[in-house]
């Protein structure tokens, strides 16, 4: 069955370095979703990429789609403490209506 | 998000017991979900229904059973609850079919022990 991994599973970084998590698909995706869960709270949505190659900013994450719809990636620019937190990838194939979320990458940032 | 509301959010039980979680929206959605979430396993799809008659399985269903009650209410049962079931339940409703683009909107969650 249709497979999303994600790597790192955790990364600790200092405030004021990059982050970035991957997220591949083991089937080509109709498109996906990215949501972030804070410590003891609930998944909140992010943002939803549907074409091919496709590149979306909120501020200082860049979220990217790849060309072959099989992985996606987000990062962040120059991380805070309140990007802490679990980010995690829900992608959909075509003619199904239920996404496959990724094992998500926890995010810690050090002060 | 107090428009999706869960009940219990924490409850403890022991192995063989029949335990229903439920999922109140106030959205107007007509698709809602159940997932569970384990350690290092993301959250995994263990029911959806995308109408009050149109329900469906997901990724582990076994052990599990659902109801839509109405198009604002979706419960989870476990049957016979098993240890390997103790984890942090999930209920999300969408506007729309998500395949077309529209964003999960998750409950607070339910922490169930199963002793």
């Known amino acids: 069955g249709q497979q999303v991994m994600q790597i790192p599973q955790y990364q600790h970084v200092q405030e004021g370095e990059d982050f970035t998590t991957y997220c591949n698909s083991s089937t080509t995706l109709s498109n996906i979703q990215w949501y972030k869960q804070r410590p003891g709270g609930h998944p909140v949505f992010l943002i939803q990429?549907?074409?091919?190659?496709e590149v979306k900013k909120q501020k200082r994450l860049t979220f990217q789609f790849g060309e072959a719809k099989k992985n996606s990636s987000l990062h962040i620019t120059a991380t805070q403490t309140t990007d802490v937190g679990t980010y995690f990838c829900a992608g959909a194939t075509s003619g199904t209506y239920k996404y496959i979320f990724g094992t998500g990458t926890r995010l810690k940032v050090l002060a | 998000d107090a428009d999706v509301t869960q009940t219990p959010r924490n409850r403890i039980t022991k192995t063989g017991k029949r335990i229903m979680l439920e999922c109140s929206q106030t959205k107007g959605h007509d698709r809602m979900y159940w997932y569970r979430q384990d350690p290092g396993l993301g959250l995994r799809l263990i029911y959806y229904s995308f109408d009050v008659k149109d329900i469906n399985k997901g990724e582990i269903s076994d052990g599990y059973s659902v109801s839509r009650q109405a198009q604002a209410k979706f419960s989870l049962s476990l049957e016979s609850a098993i240890p390997n079931q103790t984890a942090l339940y999930f209920c999300?409703?969408?506007?729309?079919?998500?395949?077309?683009?529209?964003?999960?909107?998750f409950g607070p969650g339910t922490r169930l022990t199963v002793l």
């Open positions: 990429l549907v074409k091919s190659g």
């Open positions: 999300a409703t969408s506007r729309d079919s998500p395949y077309r683009g529209n964003e999960q909107f």
